[in-house]
């Protein structure tokens, strides 16, 4: 079975980066999809960020287009998010969660994933 851990997350100042990573185990990487999420206090989780199991195809939302970039490497069994010029408003935990092959039209949709991570906070805040 698919296990994801995501890592990389902590303090950061207004307009600083992060780059978290999502390890699987328990099954290869090389068939998923892999989409990062993220939930505020008080608020829904919202989708992020979603690569093909090829590489391919990345989406992200619109709220981080421009600063964070989805990448992974099939043979470390790794996906990474980077996070450039981050905003207090990206304040939350980050998930990442796998889907088969594609990310598909409705990838920032939780329902739309199976596995999932543990979580890793992110606080942006000076």
């Known amino acids: 079975q698919l296990q994801l851990v995501e890592s990389g997350g902590g303090l950061v100042q207004p307009g600083g980066s992060l780059r978290l990573s999502c390890a699987a185990s328990g099954y290869t990487l090389d068939y998923s999809a892999i989409g990062w999420f993220r939930q505020a206090p008080g608020k829904e989780r919202e989708g992020v960020s979603c690569?093909?199991?090829?590489?391919?195809?990345?989406n992200y939302a619109e709220s981080v287009k421009g600063r964070f970039t989805i990448s992974r490497d099939n043979a470390k069994h790794t996906v990474y998010l980077q996070m450039n010029n981050l905003k207090p408003e990206d304040t939350a935990v980050y998930y990442c969660?796998?889907?088969?092959?594609?990310?598909?039209?409705?990838?920032?949709?939780?329902?739309?994933?199976?596995?999932w991570g543990q979580g890793t906070q992110v606080t942006v805040s000076s």
């Open positions: 969660a796998a889907v088969r092959l594609s990310c598909g039209s409705t990838w920032s949709l939780p329902s739309s994933f199976g596995s």
């Open positions: 690569i093909s199991s090829s590489g391919f195809v990345t």
